[in-house]
């Protein structure tokens, strides 16, 4: 499985640009009011037409439903959903029957008890996300720049991809990636210099010590099978 490296929550042109110059695999847009990194669909439709064939764009959606969901991806024609809200097993399940289209299922996490539903979820969904599970009292679900226990992780196994996100940035995406030997990560505010503002330089400096973790796990791999 391929190493994807993903650049969540971009919302003007140049950051964009700057995400995917510096070879991002797959870029986000949040749909989701309440978050300092929703777009319009304007924008979206702006946004989407910049980003096409250059990586790929997941729509970011919270138990949106489908009048939302058939929107956002009108505008921005995603090829991945990323499912960030409690959408059950079933309604993902039914997502992709009606849309068509890879979904990428977030799954929060704070302890152990909160991989119960992996299996379901995996049975169903393209793509698993585990991101640090919000306080209860938190405005959105996500996007906190809070991270999780990656020890959680280290024994999981799963016959679909899975990334790591959650308070990532370019300082500790190579332990998240050590630990979890994870297909990917994901960051938004790791990458800001404040809620909702990238920084061109975060979003390079995020990008080459991904790929520096990629490569690592991959020598490792390589090393302990000889
Ligand atoms: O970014 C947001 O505002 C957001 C809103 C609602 C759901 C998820 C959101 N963000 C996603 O959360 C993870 C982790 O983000 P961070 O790196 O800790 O800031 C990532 O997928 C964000 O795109």
Known sequence: MSFAVKICGLSTRETLEVALDAGADMVGFVFFEASPRHISLGTARELGRLAKGRAVKAALTVDADDASLENCIEALQPGLLQLHGSESIARVRDIKQKFGLPVMKVLPVATA???AELPGYAAVADRILFDARAPKDATRPGGLGVPFDWHLLENIKLAIPFMVGGGL??????EA????????????????SAPGIKDP??????????????????????????
């Open 113 to 115: 008890a909160d991989l």
């Open 169 to 174: 940035n370019a300082g500790n995406v190579a």
């Open 177 to 192: 990636v050590r630990v979890t030997h994870a297909n990917g990560v994901d960051v938004s505010s790791g990458v800001e």
């Open 201 to 226: 330089d975060m979003i390079r400096a995020f990008i080459r010590a991904a790929r520096e973790a990629e490569r690592a796990m991959t020598s490792s791999r390589i090393a302990s099978s000889v």
